[in-house]
């Protein structure tokens, strides 16, 4: 049974930082692209950032390219998310989840995490 769970969200202050977490078990972790999205009430699930199955390549939403960052460590089936320069327009629950393909499109990836809120405060 895949489980993906995150952790890392809370409160800041506008321009302050966050480190989330997302640690997966019961898949071939090494084999899939991870990726991050965000959600707020009222609106549709938003790509936020993914990285391929190596960690060569990285890809970002244009709303957070610059501030955040991707990485992961598959030796410890680990993704994380650094967020910098938060901004309120960042206030949303993170999702973390994988797919077979680099894409941007939530309908691709699954095995979606219970998720982490992020409230940046203005």
């Known amino acids: 049974q895949v489980q993906l769970v995150e952790s890392g969200g809370g409160l800041v202050q506008a321009g302050g930082s966050l480190r989330l977490s997302c640690v997966a078990s019961g898949l071939t972790f090494s084999s899939y692209v991870m990726g991050w999205f965000r959600q707020s009430p009222g609106k549709e699930r938003e790509f936020v950032a993914a990285?391929?199955?190596?960690?060569?390549?990285?890809y970002y939403g244009d709303s957070v390219k610059g501030r955040f960052t991707i990485s992961r460590d598959n030796a410890n089936n680990t993704v994380v998310l650094r967020m910098n320069s938060l901004k309120p327009e960042d206030t949303a629950v993170y999702y973390c989840?994988?797919?077979?393909?680099?894409?941007?499109?939530?309908?691709?990836?699954?095995?979606w995490g219970q998720g982490t809120q992020v409230t940046v405060s203005s």
């Open positions: 990285i391929t199955q190596s960690g060569g390549g990285v």
């Open positions: 989840s994988r797919s077979t393909s680099v894409s941007r499109r939530p309908r691709d990836f699954g095995s």
